[in-house]
């Protein structure tokens, strides 16, 4: 059997697992991002994550995919602007690996892999018009009409955390002014939890989320702040590209409905009623490793860059 490594590379966790072509996962590693290190620091242990790999593959590699969390550049294949992993700006990861570990390495925004992982395997499966929505250190997303993945000319289509919802709104870390990443990436989140809720200020997000399930108030209203906004934002996507469903996934998107009805909430009271009345909202189903087999998927789909 032929099989691919995936890797998602995240602010603050690394994720890789071994693929079968269609959409399986299996072996699934997970390790602490040495982003502080520096960039080869990061090369090195991406390549020694790959090789852990490859030894428990046991069939034939047929290439290795990575997703980024960024804008990367298709033309020059190197990466634009990392917001959270900044140390990658400018750098040719793909070819930088190829080079330490002797195999084809291709490589995408961590957001297009989620959506590829999911439409492969998950919660889109058979789907042909979604957005897909990563809630995490950012706020990443993904476009696929006719089942297509919407790339724009250099290959950053489907920002979607840094589409402004308001003019005058807070700064967000890209430099312009209210961004949706800006309201519920990480840091808006406990912006507005230092501003509403003072006493969580110190209580980490998966914390957050289970005192949230488990029916905390405050909890739960910091979660629906969240859907609240990003309805906001996805109705006027929903507008331009009428999806067939949306898809929400990342580490803050656990807490289920207490997040997914706020949004539903919202898209029914902003998005046009023959749009809103038809689209499904759908929590991700292959969790934080949508990206992984994603990631895994665009080796068989693209070869080596």
């Known amino acids: 059997m032929a099989v691919t490594i995936g890797i998602d590379l995240g602010g603050s966790r690394i994720k890789g697992g071994i693929i079968e072509q269609d959409g399986t996962l299996r072996n699934s590693m997970m390790a602490k ?10 090369v090195t242990q991406l390549a020694e994550l790959i090789e852990q790999l490859r030894f428990c593959a046991k069939d034939r590699l047929e290439g290795i ?32 690996l190829t080079r330490k570990t002797g195999l084809p390495v291709v490589m995408s925004n961590d957001a297009d892999c989620m959506a590829i992982g ?8 058979d789907v042909k018009h979604y957005i897909a929505v990563t809630l995490g250190t950012g706020v990443g997303g993904a476009i696929v009409s006719n089942g297509v993945l919407i790339q724009g000319v250099n290959g950053g289509g489907g920002e979607i955390g840094h589409m402004s919802i308001d003019m005058n709104g807070p700064e967000c870390s890209c430099g312009a002014l209210g961004c949706l990443e800006a309201y519920i990436g990480r840091e808006g989140i406990r912006h507005y939890v230092k ?9 980490s997000l998966k914390k957050l989320c289970e005192m949230a399930i488990k029916g905390n108030e405050s909890a739960a209203n910091i979660y629906w702040h969240i859907g609240h906004y990003l309805g906001i934002g996805l109705a006027s996507l929903v507008n331009i590209f009428n999806p067939q469903i949306i898809v929400v996934g990342g580490g803050i998107a656990g807490a289920g409905d207490l997040l997914l009805k706020p949004l539903e909430n919202e898209l029914k009271l902003r998005a046009l009623n023959s749009y809103a009345e038809n689209i499904e909202v759908r929590a991700a189903e292959l969790g934080n490793w949508a990206g992984v087999v994603g990631a895994g998927s665009l080796a068989w789909k693209n070869g080596a860059r």
């Open 33 to 42: 991002t040495r982003i502080s290190f520096g960039y080869d620091a990061l």
């Open 65 to 96: 995919g990575i997703g980024i969390p960024g804008l990367i550049d298709n033309n020059s294949f190197k990466v634009i602007n990392s917001q959270n992993i900044d140390i990658l700006d400018g750098h040719a990861v793909a070819s930088d």
């Open 118 to 125: 999911e439409g492969l395997s998950g919660a889109a499966k």
């Open 195 to 203: 501003a509403s809720y003072p006493k969580l200020v110190d209580t």
